[in-house]
């Protein structure tokens, strides 16, 4: 969506194909980090953007073990947004397509979802999808794969997927929340880690399990699950029982991986169809932002000249290669500090030098760098008035 938008306000011809009716799916990825917020500012829509419901956080505050302490400091970032916001992602996405909609390039199909590829003498030449009113086929000089960790395009591209591997999955789920909650985002100990998301009525919830462990949980009776998450989080202990059955919660596979390579002449992948993200850190959204503002930047003049290669496509990888490796890389690490978590049952506690290094502000302030700006943030460029195109009043 935030390629389309930018590509139509280039004066490219773009069309974007949305599976579902709407956007209204839960439990997806609505951290919003100040590099998107800055990406937004650069627009000149922030402003309206901050008009819908959210909340925001100069912070985020864990607990291991008894020691608490601040996990990523946003409020000294180099942006104007000091803050992470949280939105529901089809809030997003509306505000996206109805910002796409002021330009007579952008088109958005509904319901229209991605079956395979039309290929011409070895070039991707479009997409076939299947609608209500029969298939669709749309022919293009450039296919788009930004359909997910489970993308469809990626699978029929035949480009190859390398799987780093997780060690986990989450179970996610939605509690009530009530004044005087405490506001950490992060609890682990004694084999249990809770992430917890204030959502402003509700706390969405992700536990972390060992990956592929959710039929031994659900073995275990939803009754032992409530008692493991009011461990975690005594003040949730009355609560639980909004738990009713299974049916409230949603087994997420958590995968990490990235393709060798993105493109082929017709097509790149970008987002999590290009490297999927594991949901620490909530950074899968802001990287795909990222990889969108890098693609439209390198493929606008080339597109609206009808002279696109795959020269143009290897430099979206190449610009958004080291930014995914270095990030996964991170992943990785934190994924095996939360392996070495759940796979114990004794008290878990930070190590006494770090929770010396922790007194100081520095490690917080290089953590909320690297999650709220991250490796090396794109900015948008202001288009020229191409040909068949041109911007909106007051752009």
């Known amino acids: 969506m935030m390629l389309g938008y930018l590509l139509a306000r280039a004066g490219i011809d773009v069309v ?10 839960d439990f997806r990825g609505d951290t919003v980090h100040p590099s998107t917020l800055e990406v937004m500012h650069e627009l000149g829509l922030l402003k309206e953007f901050l008009k819908r419901p959210h909340q925001e956080f100069t912070e985020l505050r864990a607990q291991i073990g008894s020691t608490e302490f601040v996990t990523g400091d946003f409020s000294h970032l180099p942006t104007q947004c000091r803050f992470m916001a949280m939105m529901p992602q089809w809030d997003f996405l509306n505000f996206l397509a109805e910002q796409a909609r002021r330009y007579p390039t952008f088109h958005l199909r509904m319901r229209a979802e991605v079956t395979g590829l039309i290929e011409d003498a ?5 997409v076939r999808a299947k609608t209500p009113d029969g298939q669709l086929e749309t022919c293009a000089e450039l296919a788009v794969g930004a359909d997910g960790r489970h993308s469809i395009v990626r699978d029929c591209s035949g480009l190859t997927v390398e799987d780093i591997g997780a060690p986990m999955d989450v179970l996610q789920m939605r509690m009530s929340k009530q004044p005087g909650d405490p506001d950490l985002v992060f609890r682990f100990d004694r084999g249990n880690a809770l992430v917890l998301l204030n959502r402003g009525e509700y706390w969405q919830c992700a536990f972390l399990i060992p990956k592929g462990g959710f039929e031994e949980v659900q073995q275990q009776g939803i009754e032992r699950l409530r008692t493991r998450i009011a461990e975690i989080a005594p003040f949730l202990h009355g609560r639980v029982g909004e738990l009713k059955d299974w049916g409230d919660i949603k087994a997420l596979t958590v995968r990490v991986d990235r393709l060798r390579q993105w493109y082929r002449p017709g097509l790149v992948c970008i987002g999590d169809a290009a490297h999927a993200m594991s949901p620490v850190g909530g950074v899968g959204i802001n990287l795909a932002i990222q990889d969108a503002v890098a693609a439209a930047n390198i493929l606008a ?31 990785v690490m934190l994924h095996k500090q939360l392996a070495r978590i759940l796979g114990t049952s004794e008290r878990v506690e930070l190590p006494r030098p770090q929770r010396i290094i922790e007194r ?17 943030p794109e900015h948008v460029k202001t288009p020229d008035v191409y040909q068949g195109g041109r911007l909106a009043a007051g752009e």
Do not use: N, W
């Open 16 to 25: 974007v194909l949305e599976k579902h009716a709407d956007f209204l799916r």
């Open 301 to 331: 003049r080339p597109l609206h000249e009808g002279a696109v290669t795959t020269d143009h496509l290897a430099q979206i990888q190449s610009r958004r290669a080291l930014p995914t490796r270095l990030t996964q890389g991170l992943q």
């Open 360 to 376: 100081s502000t520095l490690p917080r302030r290089i953590r909320g760098y690297l999650l709220g700006v991250g490796v090396r």
């Open 122 to 126: 070895g070039r991707v030449a479009g």
